[in-house]
């Protein structure tokens, strides 16, 4: 019997021999009756003795509770003069001390005792920023309809799994890299391609690990598209216009859930995972943007008031993402150094990313992002529906400490965050490059990074590492994976990673790898290998589709080519039909039975769900390119 | 499920509820009184906050325990230092009170009765309720490396102890 069942059995023992105390028991009872009849009567207001007797009442009620009802937005009045004018109020000087996290945090040798005691405190790993999943995109082929190339990144499936990082050594350091070198067969053409995977492992464990409070103001987008069905595409309504009305109301009587409301249910899931020395705001936009819940102290704020108010908020108006971000940095402009230091920063921008009023240019809002980094002050991006925009975020979320989940259904998102709540918050690694000394290779792709495009012959790099779980000794998302060129068996590459920590102190280590002929026992790296292909045959079919391409990228001469590099669209979408060209079904075919193959040899069942999405294409419409079938161009502006 | 329909289970399971939560907390809360008043805080807030309750999310009782749970953190937190980890340790005589096999059930009580009711509550705390070492020193006002140390030394008499119990 383990010492945990032990202390568990000890305790349902304990708890089992304490008597209750029957007369709290009923006295606690006794005052429920009492609070039950004072919250839900209509305070009356009558004769002045009568009214002094209420005063009386609710005076004793609030000296017992503390925390307010800050909530200052009313979408029924003018909102004209609250935008702005509320800022500055910031309450609680906070107390959060800098010691012990300073010690979890910065390049540490974690103690013999923590490492060893317990199975169970296994080290956490590191997984990248930018995307953490691809809903949007499994959303848009569920939904029937196109999903844009940028719903599918790299980051964002290998998020998604958990990866064997190939270390062999225990970490003892904030972060290490370990490599795994594998060759293996490109399933179309039969050529040989090598790879290198980057695993990212700290040497912080399960236990130690505790986010610093945080100051988190909540950006809610309010705009007329956030009040159309989480399963449509908003700018549709140009259809549903010529509609009978009839035909309408039926329409929307079978809407589930618009993306309003589950915004609102996931920032509630949000307000959840905050400590009572945590500092919360909110700003709420459309056409401009509103000071709805200043930044206060969890601790001296009424969550629960402020969770109804939020689960109130109803759409309105046009789409000014620049309105939204700009109140929120302003706002954390106006926190005194002692509230910004020692605290995570952070804007969580809730939003289906549309804009269409203010400045709509990436750069407007990016250059804020940006901005607000340079302060220590980091965005997240939560994504809303099936059209939520996955090219203006995906390229925003390529600054310092940003990120970007899809909520898939309310459900799914409230148990996304139970476990990655507190690591979505915390970028603890920046700058993390890894750079060859090899006069022969180079790196050809990177794979599971956003920072892909940053990528030099003999040079990765990548912004941030956030926390990321662990299980069985795996990590979520826990690899970059690179495709070389020009390798050759036998050859030595020296390799130097170098980052730094929260604090600028900068870290470099070194390592070499020989170039083998052959697979790895590594089933990490076999995995990133399987998905990095599998995604890149599906972003070939995407963009190929998108640009009307006749013939495919991906040919049994060429084997599965790496993609090209696509336009982005402006904001506002219409939905696309899904269609895959006879072609790619062929190819998907191929595929599938290259995906079983692995999945047998990798004992993931997690990846039958890509087998589900590849039948699902293969079973979707029919279309042989240059048909006047396939949709063209569908930007609106 | 309505807010009416939350509160009417409440109240109808309420002498469970209390049950539940009085004995959850009075094992870790070692001080009666302090205890007492964690109780009924726990029962106030969670009737108060009956309305964030999701039965699709679990039962009452499920629900109720992890209000229990916050509020002895917080109590921990917030009340001055009662626990001196010199003091807790070491256990005392832990020998196998009996030769030969010892059932599970005498065995724990044995190691009950050998344990100081501070040390009882460290170790549900670290074991039972999963806090984090780091968590533990902010509840008792210690550093996490005494808290460490404190639990590296537990853990090994208790495993010794164990061990001869199970070799007896």
């Given amino acids: 019997m383990s010492l945990k069942k032990i202390i568990h059995m000890m305790n349902e023992r304990g708890e089992g021999d304490i008597e209750v105390n029957d007369s709290l028991k009923r006295s606690v009872r006794e005052s429920l009756g009492t609070q039950k009849k004072s919250w839900h009567k209509t305070v009356p207001f009558g004769a002045l003795a009568g009214a002094m007797v209420v005063m009386a009442f609710f005076i004793s009620i609030d000296s017992s509770i503390s925390p307010q009802d800050d909530w200052v937005f009313d979408q029924e009045e003018d909102t004209d003069d609250m935008m702005y004018g509320a800022l500055g109020s910031t309450g609680g000087a906070g107390s959060a001390g800098l010691g012990s996290m300073m010690d979890a945090f910065s390049n540490f040798a974690a103690p013999e005792a923590v490492r060893t005691s317990f199975d169970a405190e296994e080290s956490i790993g590191f997984a990248v920023g930018g995307a953490n999943d691809i809903q949007t995109f499994r959303d848009n082929i569920a939904e029937g309809y196109l999903p844009n190339p940028s719903a599918l990144t790299y980051e964002g499936l290998f998020y998604e799994y958990f990866f064997d990082t190939g270390k062999q050594e225990e970490c003892s350091e904030l972060f290490c890299a370990s490599y795994v070198q594998t060759a293996s067969e490109d399933p179309i053409s039969g050529e040989v391609d090598h790879y290198l995977s980057v695993g990212l492992n700290s040497g912080i464990t399960e236990a130690d690990f505790e986010r610093l409070p945080l100051n988190l103001i909540v950006v809610m987008d309010i705009s007329g598209s956030m009040g159309s069905s989480f399963s449509d595409y908003y700018y549709d309504q140009a259809v549903l216009d010529t509609w009978e009305k009839d035909a309408v109301d039926e329409y929307y009587e079978n809407v589930i859930k618009s993306k309003m409301e589950v915004a609102n249910e996931a920032v509630v899931d949000l307000m959840g995972h905050l400590n009572d020395d945590d500092r919360f705001g909110v700003v709420l936009y459309d056409d401009d943007a509103y000071l709805a819940k200043p930044m206060k102290l969890v601790s001296s704020t009424d969550m629960d008031s402020v969770a109804d108010h939020v689960m109130e908020i109803v759409d309105s108006g046009g789409t000014n993402m620049e309105a939204g971000m700009s109140m929120a940095s302003q706002m954390f402009d106006d926190l005194s150094g002692f509230e910004l230091e020692g605290y995570e920063n952070r804007i969580i921008f809730v939003t289906d990313a549309m804009p269409n009023a203010g400045d709509t240019s990436e750069d407007g809002l990016l250059g804020m992002v940006e901005g607000n980094a340079e302060k220590s002050v980091y965005t997240s991006f939560i994504g809303v529906g099936v059209d939520f925009q996955t090219d203006l975020i995906e390229s925003i979320t390529k600054v310092r400490g940003a990120n970007y989940y899809a909520v898939h259904t309310p459900v799914d998102f409230r148990e996304r965050m139970d476990e990655q709540f507190d690591f979505m918050v915390t970028p603890l690694v920046f700058d993390l490059s890894l750079s060859f000394d090899s006069e022969n290779i180079s790196i050809a792709q990177v794979y599971g990074s956003p920072d892909a495009d940053r990528a030099t012959g003999e040079l990765m790099y990548v912004n941030t590492l956030f926390p990321s779980a662990s299980a069985g000794g795996e990590v979520r998302g826990g690899v970059v994976l690179l495709k070389l060129d020009g390798a050759q068996i036998g050859e030595d590459i020296d390799l130097t990673v170098s980052y730094e920590n929260r604090y600028g102190e900068e870290f470099i280590q070194t390592d070499s790898v020989t170039i083998v002929d052959g697979g790895s026992d590594s089933s990490g790296v076999a995995k990133a290998v399987l998905l990095a292909r599998y995604a890149d045959l599906l972003l070939n079919w995407l963009i190929d589709t998108n640009q009307e391409v006749s013939v495919p990228a991906v040919t049994a001469d060429d084997g599965i080519a790496i993609p090209s590099q696509w336009l982005l669209g402006e904001w506002e979408q219409t939905s696309t039909t899904l269609t895959v060209s006879d072609d790619y079904k062929e190819l998907f075919g191929i595929f599938e039975e290259y995906m079983k193959d692995q999945i047998s040899v990798l004992a993931d069942e997690e990846l039958n769900q890509e087998i589900d999405l590849l039948q699902t294409l293969q079973q979707a419409a029919g279309v042989s390119y240059g048909d006047d079938g396939l949709d063209g161009d569908d930007w609106l502006y | ?168």
């Fill in chain 2, 1 to 168: 499920m309505k807010i009416d329909q939350k509160r009417a289970a409440f109240e109808a399971h309420y002498d469970e509820l209390f049950d539940l939560v009085y004995k959850f907390v009075a094992y870790r809360i070692p001080n009666r009184v302090d205890a007492e008043d964690v109780v009924a805080n726990t029962v106030e807030k969670a009737y108060r906050k009956i309305r964030q309750f999701d039965p699709a999310r679990g039962e009452l009782r499920q629900w109720i325990s992890g209000i229990a749970r916050n509020e002895v953190t917080a109590h921990w937190r917030s009340s001055r230092p009662v626990v001196s980890l010199d003091q807790l340790g070491p256990i005392e005589d832990l020998s196998p009170p009996m030769d030969g096999r010892i059932s599970d059930e005498i065995m724990v009580e044995h190691l009950m009765e050998n344990l100081p009711a501070e040390a009882k509550a460290l170790l549900t705390m670290r074991y039972v309720d999963d806090l984090t070492y780091r968590e533990i020193a902010r509840c008792i006002h210690k550093r996490p490396a005494a808290v460490r140390k404190w639990f590296s030394r537990m853990h090994k008499r208790l495993q010794i102890q164990l061990n001869k119990v199970y070799e007896s």
